[in-house]
């Protein structure tokens, strides 16, 4: 097994699993919690939520760990080594969805809700549709973050017979 694909799959654990936390925790902790508030403050909060995402260390987490799957991916495209290849594309892949997911799915949601008056009443009904609909698709991609990180892991570790090898 090649040292550079390993060390590209290491490359990628923390940043997938910051990612995959930062996911999880908002699916579990944040989301539910926002929908508890009267439909201002919560519409309020994420609203501030949004702006303030965007910030160097998550991006670079977000945007690391797409590129490393690339190029994860580019490397296991080009010579393929048996079951760590298919487990590190696996992983690649697994990332670069949730990714899809975010620039498809959530990002066109963020800045539809980024538009909407939190104090008017024509807000509520948005609002209530996004915390359902933008969790739910929160969750997928926390689960397939998940799944690439401790796929990256599998595929950065080395076995007891490639110890042996040397």
């Known amino acids: 097994m090649s040292t550079s694909r390993r060390i590209l799959s290491a490359a990628a654990i923390i940043p997938a699993g910051v990612t995959a936390a930062v996911y999880t925790v908002f699916s579990t902790s944040t989301m539910p ?25 998550f991006m670079l987490c977000f945007f690391g760990a797409a590129a490393l799957s690339v190029a994860v991916i580019a490397a296991e495209t080009r010579r393929p080594r048996g079951d760590r290849s298919l487990v590190r594309i696996g992983a690649g892949a697994a990332y670069l969805t949730g990714f899809a997911i975010t620039v498809a799915f959530h990002v066109p949601r963020n800045d ?55």
């Open 33 to 57: 919690r926002l929908a508890s508030l009267p439909a201002a403050d919560g519409l309020a909060r994420m609203q501030e939520f949004n702006r303030d995402a965007v910030q160097p260390p």
């Open 112 to 166: 539809a809700l980024a538009v909407l008056d939190p104090m008017s009443p024509a807000s509520v009904a948005p609002w209530t549709a996004f915390v359902e609909e933008w969790t739910a698709g929160n969750t997928v991609r926390a689960a397939l973050s998940a799944g690439a990180t401790i796929a990256f892991v599998v595929g950065a570790a080395r076995t007891a017979q490639n110890r042996h090898l040397g």
